[in-house]
């Protein structure tokens, strides 16, 4: 059996409500000033106002820092370390989707450790203690709260780092559906499939093992099952949960196992296009499944367990179930369609060749391999 280890720091704290209990954990980790790194959206719908006054009742003072978009990158980063830095806080809370949780980690690194971001690419480069966080997200997507990893973009070059160490870690995960009933239906579509794809791709890397094949199979199950069901049914909070809870063991399963090609063909559409992350990934992943599916169609089989005989277990089988799912959800289809240029192909391939996750994609993958994939999404 492949040898691995496994260890978690992160308190997972699930349920309806559960924000109303994010001044009592502070209290118990020792926040006293804390960074409140919330997206614009956390104001307009209320929940920076809210977690600032639950805080607040608990003798926590609050400090929100909300100049970032969804793609956070190295500038982005340094303002708010700037911001940070002369009000002595002692903690950082991420409240919202990805975009939050990965600057909370990101200003962390360099508020503590000093230089800039770009000196923690890579994995265990922070030489100093980092300050406590919790992390409230507000979308069923990227798993972010589990994991130990910011994924910042080099505002120069628009190369995604992946930038981690065990401290970056969030002490605690604050999972609380009712947060996610405010989603908009896009959103909602998007980070979920980012999520369906964090569950497949982490099943068939080179680096999955026993303990992280159990997070990826039980988060398919749960996305896979709720997915439709949140798009139709967007007040179900029961399947609003689920998809939280999924896209939570999804995030676990990547810290063990890490992603592949779909993920490394997808950052460069983001970078040059400006297209959305999931949009991304909802077009690719079929077509990786498939590709991938000529050396590893055993793995993918694994990706169905549980699933009744009658299920199309195989690669294609599973290619042609998220095609469906996409479909439901209204995503592209084609990279055509998104107006990216064919002639454009080439430089993505070489691009997405030197992206961190496809090193550990279960087929071996270069400019000629994304290249292919490409294609077959044009």
């Known amino acids: ?82 911001f940070a830095e002369p009000l002595a806080v002692d903690s950082i809370i991420g409240l919202g989707g990805g975009s939050s949780m ?62 981690g160490d065990p401290k970056a870690a969030f002490q605690a995960a604050i999972l609380d559906p009712l947060l996610t009933l405010t989603l908009p239906a896009t959103v909602t579509a998007t980070a979920g499939f980012d999520a369906i794809s964090h569950a497949v791709e982490t099943c068939v890397t080179t680096r999955r093992n026993p303990l992280s094949l159990l997070f990826s199979r039980e988060a398919w199950r749960l996305l896979e099952s709720n997915y439709e069901r949140v798009l139709a049914e967007p007040r179900d909070v029961e399947a609003r949960g689920a998809m939280l809870l999924g896209a939570y063991y999804a995030g676990v399963a990547i810290e063990s196992s890490m992603l592949g090609a779909t993920h490394a063909c997808a950052n460069p559409l983001t970078a040059h296009y400006g297209t959305d992350h999931g949009v991304a990934i909802g077009l690719l992943l079929p077509h990786v ?65 030197l992206q961190w996750t496809g090193k550990f994609n279960p087929r071996p993958f270069g400019a000629a391999e994304a290249l292919e994939v490409y294609k077959c999404a044009y």
């Open 289 to 353: 499944v498939r590709w991938n599916s000529e050396s590893v169609n055993d793995r993918y089989k694994e990706v169905w367990d549980g699933k009744g005989s009658g299920a199309n277990t195989t690669g294609a089988g599973l290619a042609a179930r998220l095609q469906e799912l996409r479909t439901t959800a209204g995503l592209p289809r084609k990279l055509e369609a998104l107006g990216i240029p064919e002639k454009d192909l080439p430089m993505l391939a070489e691009e997405a060749a």
């Open 102 to 163: 990965d600057t909370a980690k990101g200003i962390n690194f360099v508020l503590t450790n000093g230089g800039r971001i770009q000196d923690y690419w890579g994995h265990g480069k922070a030489s100093k203690p980092m300050l406590p966080m919790i992390a409230a997200p507000t979308t069923a997507g990227t798993g972010s709260e589990a994991q130990s990893y910011a994924l910042i973009s080099d505002a120069d070059t628009h190369v995604k780092m992946a930038c």
């Open 1 to 82: 059996m492949q040898a691995f280890q496994f260890q978690s720091t992160t308190r997972l704290v699930f349920g309806e409500g559960s924000l109303d209990r994010v001044g009592e954990i502070g209290a118990e980790l020792g926040f006293r000033r804390t960074l409140l790194c919330a997206d614009r959206g956390m104001i307009a719908c209320g929940y920076v106002d809210r977690a600032s006054t639950i805080l607040a009742s608990s003798g926590i003072a609050v400090f929100p820092f909300h100049d970032f978009d969804s793609n956070p990158d190295s500038v982005m980063i340094e303002r708010g370390r700037a």
